[in-house]
């Protein structure tokens, strides 16, 4: 079988199939039909790079986004690593491990006080010394006495603002 040869290429194509290599025209800088492709820094300018709107408002950053525990646990060691590295991610990470907080309970349910019962001055004035007296044995904190004078005041207010009508 004979050997078939093509045709040399034309010598005005000779151009067009330059050697490697780079020639003394080919420019290294950005794009300059992107003349704003890149700031002077080699970085691409606002607009320019491959998001050009960049990352959607409300997408939190992916550098500050806490992992989530329960669907891939992490080993203790990588969990150490990475808090050392990101240490404003302990907090976040420890309310997963921890268990859900109680519902707030109402002081005066606590002491078995019934303050809708209220109704003169005289009830008022037996109930203020049994919550002084729990807040003497620790069984409730200051600020929750605090609380419960201050709804003992407003049923208070309420009950005289009623009277007048017969509705207290």
């Known amino acids: 079988m004979s050997e078939i040869v093509a045709d040399p290429p034309d010598p005005s194509c ?14 290294v800088d950005p794009d300059p039909f992107l003349h704003r492709a890149r700031d002077a820094r080699g970085r691409f300018a606002k607009g320019s790079s491959g998001n050009p709107s960049g990352r959607p408002r409300g997408i939190p950053n992916p550098k500050r986004r806490v992992p989530d525990l329960a669907a891939r646990p992490l080993s203790a ?14 907090r976040p990470l420890a309310a997963q491990l921890w268990p859900p907080p109680l519902p707030p309970t109402d002081p005066a349910k606590h002491l078995g006080i019934d303050l809708s019962s209220l109704r003169t001055v005289e009830d008022v004035r037996q109930v ?11 069984e409730i904190a200051p600020a929750e006495s605090a609380r419960i ?3 003992v005041r407003a049923r208070l207010r309420a009950v005289r603002h009623l009277a007048p009508y017969g509705l207290a």
Do not use: N, T, W
């Not at 330059?18 to 080919?26: C, D, L, N, V, Y």
């Not at 150490?80 to 302990?90: K, M, V």
């Not at 203020?128 to 620790?138: E, K, Q, S, T």
């Open 149 to 151: 004078a201050r709804q």
């Open 128 to 138: 203020l010394p049994a919550v002084l007296a729990a807040v003497a044995r620790g």
């Open 14 to 27: 000779y151009l067009l199939f330059s050697g490697p290599g780079i020639e003394e025209f080919q420019s």
């Open 77 to 90: 060691r990588v969990l150490s690593d990475l808090i050392d590295r990101r240490p404003h991610l302990l």
